[in-house]
């Protein structure tokens, strides 16, 4: 049994979105009980991470420190075309996820308890992102 | 053919511990002879890396270097609630991987010569990790 | 339906190879219309990541930066066996991807517009990789 649907995501500029709501509801409407969830992050300067779903501060401090790891406006990068968050936006979604797999165990995504699943917008302006989820199992 | 297994994973604190036989007893029990494994760390602050098996040198500047790229204690991190290791706890399982899937071919693990499945730990007190390993094919 | 095939990678040291046209013909001679794709980088100082496939420029930033991360002849990495860019070659490993997981969609890969699949090569001298492309799917 397959299943895919395409989720839509408009960002309100650099930050993490939470979509694990978007993604359990394709879980149930697919009725795969026993299977996989694939999560596929259309984009080179968005992209994926499962990370901490309580205290809103873990999360500020992720994109803190990707700031750190990969400054914006480095001198050292040469691909500006779109502005100082340009490079370092491919850099981020280097370092995060494109793709995810999440088991899907009992009719429902075997995440644990702490874990949501978030699309992290890199560029400082709004975009319209897309997310393919695709679902296979019994 | 579908197989579903939880492995509990007893963490002596910050570290990696090997899980590649453990898998392959997985890939094993299954009878999948093609197909795929997928590994997926139902945690926030400790995830999975594929890296060098053979010495355990090279392990051991792959944690220091996480520990230069995240470090404790950064004055920077708000999110200390567990401790000046929990947010970069959470930075470098953003960093490493939560989930990771292994092609089968043979009925084994199609892994490099020198590619070792681990847990990281990055926590310093110990932990029960949970990994779940979900095998689809033929 | 399943279906593997091994691609063999002659690369001239570190760089980043383009390998869509290459896994694009394998989901054709898969016959796979909805599914999924898994590549797998059977190596530890080799990886993957898919990335801007437009502008050189914004892939040369990028390993740039990974030069940044995870410098050559740190002298805190102990184990440099194999040369000053051993250790560097896991630590950049680790930061990308072994595994990548692209949906099938209408008898293709689902990847956006500017989304390249890249090899990357983390030695300095030339090296044969190895990516196997697992395909599901119907």
Redesign the interface.
């Known amino acids: 049994m397959?299943f895919?649907r395409q989720i839509e995501v408009r960002t309100n500029g650099r930050g993490l979105v939470d979509l694990t709501r978007e993604v359990a509801a394709c879980v149930r409407d697919s009725r795969v009980t026993?299977?996989?969830a694939?999560l596929?992050c259309?984009?080179?300067s968005a992209s994926l991470?499962?990370?901490?779903n309580a205290?809103p501060?873990?999360r500020?401090?992720?994109l803190?420190?990707l700031e750190?790891?990969?400054p914006d406006g480095d001198p050292?990068?040469?691909?500006d075309?779109e502005g100082p968050d340009?490079?370092p936006a491919?850099?981020r979604?280097?370092?995060?996820?494109?793709?995810?797999?999440?088991?899907i165990?009992g009719g429902a995504l075997?995440?644990?308890t702490?874990?949501g699943i978030f699309l992290a917008e890199h560029r400082h302006a709004a975009h319209s992102r897309?997310v393919?989820v695709?679902i296979?199992?019994?």
Chains 1, 2, 3 share one sequence.
């Open positions: 397959q895919q026993s299977g996989l694939v596929f259309r984009h080179t991470v499962i990370t901490e205290d501060s873990a500020g401090d992720l803190d420190w750190r790891v990969a050292r990068n040469v691909h075309a340009d490079s491919h850099q979604s280097a370092l995060l996820r494109t793709s995810e797999t999440i088991p165990a075997a995440l644990g702490w874990q897309s393919l695709h296979s199992g019994e």
